[in-house]
Nanobody
Framework: QVQLVESGGGLVQAGGSLRLSCAAS????????MGWFRQAPGKEREFVAA????????HYADFVKGRFTISRVSGKDSAALQMNSLKSEDSAVYYC?????????????????WGQGTQVTVSS
């Protein structure tokens, strides 16, 4: 059974940092691109960041550029999202996703596997 499991969410003050991790199991994701999305209450799920299969190419939503960093870890079978300078508007459930392709994906429908999400709350 293919699974993606996020961890690392929590409550942090504005200006603080969190590191989200995404652990994959059930198959190898080393040749798959991965991404992070988020969804705040009453809003649609939105793209945050993406990384290609090798980790050599990344892309970020404008609202996180310079603050968030996506990376691949554990032999490229997992992913992480380092979030710095957090703002109250970053509060959301963050989802890890993987797609059966090597290149970057920017839309939800481009991803084939999803985690259950982890809550990030930033207090102002």
């Amino acid at each position: 059974q293919v699974q993606l499991v996020e961890s690392g969410g929590g409550l942090v003050q504005a200006g603080g940092s969190l590191r989200l991790s995404c652990a994959a199991s059930g198959r190898t994701f080393s040749s798959y691109a991965m991404g992070w999305f988020r969804q705040a209450p009453g809003k649609e799920r939105e793209f945050v960041a993406a990384i290609n299969w090798s980790g050599g190419l990344t892309h970020y939503a404008d609202f996180v550029k310079g603050r968030f960093t996506i990376s691949r870890v554990s032999g490229k079978d997992s992913a992480a999202l380092q979030m710095n300078s957090l703002k109250s508007e970053d509060s959301a459930v963050y989802y890890c996703a993987a797609r059966r392709a090597m290149g970057l994906g920017f839309k939800s429908f481009e991803y084939d596997y999803w985690g259950q999400g982890t809550q990030v709350t930033v207090s102002s």
